[in-house]
């Protein structure tokens, strides 16, 4: 008798347990209008600003749980906006994003990993024009608090920054590097707010 | 007629003949001189064929606007110009023209597109300027095809003729809007100043034929 109620109480205790590990990180819906992943490149002296007005987002995130959280991030390459209709169009060309053979990126988290004061360390893999490269964007948790506008919901945000080698990334060759035109090191600025039910 | 009155008034008919031809040498020489006096900032970062290929569908852009120009104005069939090169020869010109504007703007088409790509086409409300060409460009299609195969569309002459003269002056219209906000070139304020005051000139040209019938009837 002893022994079934011993039995009885490891497997509740590891049903209990089991499904915590396991529990889904926390779902957020991203909210569009006020999230934005911009990029600026140096041009000869000075800096120009572009960013994507499509793409998309899964976020499964959870500070106490970040074995199960997770990020998915769809980008529509010809949504690529810098405020001249013909400079997009020359970005999105074989010079540089070929968007026609290629005409998303996408970055899905692997690891997520707790650097302190609120910086959290996504590792993932980032498709671009075909290719995979591993890619750990430092995300910096801005908190979750009751949305002040939307009744019910909470609102988590995130902000990060990165710089990424484009010509490594094969977005372009060295052309218009060497001619001293377009430079290659792109800052990147990811910052989105996602919604979810309080 | 004694013999130097008829030499002065053949000198008179030649005299202007050279004169209108001086003149669009002189129009068709300005125009393509444009892509390279005001080079485009799309060709400073065109390298090789690339280069040569935007250059090219440029002055093949400017050729196609000169001609259309010039097809309008002699489908006015003004007495003063007939009399000068024949009715005719003017006619057989226009229907040879028409298909030289095809093919200009078919070579235009291609050779600016060509190097962003053929799979990356110029297609939405940003491009909207481009978007105006592509109409243009299918409106000058239907406009060459339906005269040259009016017999083997069965369309009858006056329901041929009240489609093409609205698609002719249209056309007109939308290469103005065309070239006025998709090109560079024309951001600078000689070529931006040229091309309104032709375009106002050739509207005003055109309305006072039709207003005051100066012109003749419609070839048939
Ligand atoms: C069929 C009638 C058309 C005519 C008469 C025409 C005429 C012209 C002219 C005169 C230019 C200025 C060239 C310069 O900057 O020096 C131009 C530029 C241009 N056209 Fe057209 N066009 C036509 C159709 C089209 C179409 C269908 C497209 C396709 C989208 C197009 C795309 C462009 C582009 C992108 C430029 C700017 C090129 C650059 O500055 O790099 N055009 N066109």
Known sequence: MKKLYFFGISFLLFVVIGQNAYAAAREWELDQAHSNIYFSVGHIYSKIQGHFNEFSAKVSFDPANLKESHFFVKIKVDSIDTGISKRDKHLLSADF???????????????????????????????????????????????????????????????????????????????????????KDVEVLVTFEALAVK | MNNSAKRSSLFTANGYRSLIMLGIALLLGGALAVPFYYETQTLWYKVGPDKILLRAGQLAGMLTLVLLMLQIIVAQRVSFIENLFGSAHLMRWHRINGVLVACTALIHVVLVLAPEGMNNLPIGKKYLPEMIGELLFLMILITVVSSHCRSLLRL?????????????????????????????????????????????GLALFTGVIQRTRLGRSHWK
């Open chain 2, 156 to 200: 009858d002459y006056a329901t041929w003729r009240m489609v093409h003269r609205p698609l002719g002056y249209f056309a007109l219209v939308l290469v103005f809007i065309h070239v006025f906000f998709v090109s560079e070139s024309f951001t600078h304020i000689l070529p931006r100043s040229l091309l309104i005051v032709i375009f106002a």
């Open chain 1, 97 to 183: 994003f070929e968007s026609g053979k290629h005409p998303l990126i996408t970055f899905e988290s692997k690891t997520i990993t707790d650097a302190g004061k609120g910086v959290y360390e996504v590792a993932g893999r980032l498709n671009i024009k075909g290719k995979e490269y591993d890619l750990t964007l430092p995300l910096t948790f801005a908190g979750v608090k009751d949305h002040p506008a939307v009744p019910g919901k909470q609102v988590a945000g995130f902000n990060g920054t990165i710089t990424v080698d484009r010509i490594v990334l094969n977005v372009g060759d060295e052309k218009f590097y060497k001619m001293g035109l377009v430079g």
